[in-house]
């Protein structure tokens, strides 16, 4: 396992899009993206990949006409031997587990109005990472992005439980450390914008009110609402997110520096109670 060469499917893709014209984009988006993926998802078919990848940020079907251009662009700016390389190091420096990478052009189309056009997302799982990307990347950007990502399966690798069976604060700390690690090997300059967004004081007020009563619920999907914040009134955007950083980041302020790769293995209980938002 590792960076799988997605640019030959990327390729078949348009070839076949361009030869049956009158066929449903979608179904051979299923058919040459997303089949192949099954092996990584277990028991879904890949309509269920599909859908999911589609939420992520894989391309949206009816954006094959700009595909071909689009990967030869990022062939041209080596981007699947820059992760490849990224991957190695970061496996080492972690003692990571092995896991298959796939590199896709990031979604542009149907954005909501004003909505901003994306230019990276990434999404972890157990056995895969999936890269969503444009073509006006630098390179530290991809770096950052593969880091976080990578630095969840690690996690999730070391918490060896089902999704139904994370906690809430097991995923505050994997976002948190997996962003920490951005931090920690590139720089303050790549952090998320939302590590940002809120003073301490807000923070806390939100962990002490939302947070500390909702810390043991189980399963990601019920995580969603308190990561990515419901509306203004009562969980702003990208809340969680804010939090887990900050956790991290404070437990580290207040008890490290730790060796490479230590911070990684303690539990969220342990990150938690040193952390500037303790559970009172």
Not at 21 to 28: L, R, T
Not at 80 to 98: A, M, S, T
Not at 197 to 220: D, Q, R, T
Request: aromatic share 14%.
């Amino acid at each position: 396992m590792s960076v799988i060469q997605t640019q030959s499917w990327l390729y078949n893709f348009v070839e076949l899009c361009e030869k049956q014209s009158e066929k449903d984009k979608s179904y051979i988006q299923r058919e040459i993206i997303c089949d192949p993926l099954k092996e990584c998802f277990p028991n879904i078919n890949s309509e269920v990949v599909q859908y999911e990848l589609l939420l992520q940020g894989l391309f949206d079907p009816e954006e094959w006409l700009t595909v071909k251009s689009t990967v030869k662009e990022m062939e041209s700016k080596k981007v699947w031997h820059l992760v490849k390389q990224e991957y190695k190091y970061l496996r080492k420096l972690w003692k990571g587990p092995k896991v298959s990478i796939y590199i896709f052009p990031i979604k542009k189309a149907n954005l909501k109005l004003g909505e901003q056009i994306p230019t990276k997302n990434g999404v972890a799982y157990k056995n895969a990472l999936f890269l969503f990307l444009s073509t006006d990347l630098m390179e530290d950007e991809i770096k950052a992005l593969l880091a976080h990502e990578y630095n969840h399966v690690c996690r999730l690798k070391r918490l060896d439980l089902m999704t139904d069976k994370i906690t809430l604060k097991d995923s505050l700390i994997i976002e948190g450390l997996g962003e920490y690690s951005v931090k920690e090997l590139h720089g303050e300059k790549w952090l998320a914008p939302w590590t940002k967004y809120y003073s301490y004081e807000e923070a806390l007020y939100f962990w002490n009110k939302h947070f500390i009563p909702s810390l043991n619920v189980k399963g990601i999907t019920k995580h969603h609402r308190f990561l990515f914040g419901k509306d203004r009134s009562e969980l702003p955007r990208w809340i969680g997110y804010h939090l887990g950083y900050h956790i991290v980041n404070s437990f580290q302020e207040n008890h490290g520096p730790f060796p490479t790769g230590e911070l990684y293995t303690k539990s969220a209980d342990e990150i938690i109670a040193g952390s500037n938002f303790p559970i009172l």
